[in-house]
């Protein structure tokens, strides 16, 4: 099972909804997976899911709100992934273009309306509502242990403005771009997924999003850490190689007793301790010498190697 699946089969057993908040998350449902049939002049609806438990939800709310006749058909895809997917029919009967208008779908004489009812926008519980169902119809998001991203495809740009100023609402910035006929609208940054996780009401999902973000972060922050020691220690081992072989060379031409006791004590103890840090091999002299101290008798040393060489 996806992530989306979890993230869809948790928010579809929601119990705790009002008749306004119903209706604004069938509104959602029945704009992005519904469409309409005309039978002896009277209305007949359909809705498509690849999910059960989407698919007993929108049975559920049709039968709560207004009672329909309802049955659900189950269809198997013929090509790729050949799995189930659920048609909800509503047969032409009565109350059909009462359930459109109430949804803010269709107005007098029968004509389609594009736009968010008003309601749904201006109170904050049905806001909600219809983001649940925006999701549970066309929603989609990544396990955040591959990446940060959730996606939400619907047909038409002017809807499409709709939702992100919908979003907004709640501090949220999606970003949309268009897909062949479609437009996408999309969040990638994991705090504004998290937020709306906990808007449509999948905490469940929510609390392995998180637990599962921590760990990516502290395992990144460990590789990172990592990875600099290991460079650290490679620029470590890389310098004293480096000061090993101009020590070998001073000593091979001229001897390390013609160099300065300075000079010839800190070669001594490169010799003896090839892998110490500048900072350790300071803390062996006696008395301690600095950092900078070592460094720059190294580099006194490799001056008159590099005379030599030349």
Do not use: W
Not at 22 to 33: G, P
Not at 80 to 109: A, F, H, S, W
Not at 186 to 196: G, S
């Amino acid at each position: 099972m996806s992530f989306s699946d979890e993230v869809k089969n948790e928010i579809a057993r929601k119990e705790d909804l009002g008749k306004c908040c119903q209706l604004a998350e069938l509104a959602a449902l029945i704009k992005l997976n519904g469409s309409l049939g005309i039978i002896n002049h009277k209305l007949g609806l359909s809705l498509v899911s690849q999910n059960a438990s989407v698919a007993r939800r929108v049975y559920k709310l049709l039968k709560e709100q207004f009672n329909f006749f309802t049955e659900i058909i189950v269809r198997k895809k013929m090509y790729l992934d050949k799995r189930n997917y659920y048609i909800i029919k509503v047969p032409p009967q009565e109350g059909v273009k009462e359930l459109l208008t109430k949804c803010g779908l269709m107005g007098e004489g029968y004509q389609l309306n594009y736009s968010i009812k008003d309601q749904f926008i201006s109170k904050k519980c049905c806001s909600k509502a219809y983001l649940r169902g925006l999701f549970l119809a066309a929603g989609s998001v990544s396990h955040p242990e591959s990446e940060y991203h959730l996606e939400i495809t619907v047909n038409y740009e002017e809807y499409a403005e709709e939702i992100i100023k919908l979003f907004s609402k709640f501090e949220i910035e999606i970003k949309s771009r268009s897909k062949q006929d479609n437009y996408l609208l999309y969040l990638k940054k994991a705090d504004d997924i998290v937020k709306l996780l906990n808007i449509i009401g999948a905490h469940s999902a929510l609390l392995q999003f998180e637990n599962t973000r921590v760990y990516k972060e502290i395992r990144n922050n460990v590789n990172r850490i990592v990875n600099c020691e290991t460079a650290n220690l490679n620029k470590t081992i890389n310098a004293a190689q480096q000061q090993l072989n101009d020590i070998k060379l001073l000593e091979e031409t001229k001897g390390l007793d013609k160099l300065s006791p300075s000079l010839r004590e800190v070669a001594e103890l490169r010799k003896n301790n090839p892998y110490a840090t500048l900072k350790e091999l300071g803390e062996l002299l006696n008395p301690p010498l600095s950092k900078s101290g070592i460094n720059n008798r190294f580099r006194r040393i490799k001056e008159m190697a590099d005379k030599i060489k030349k």
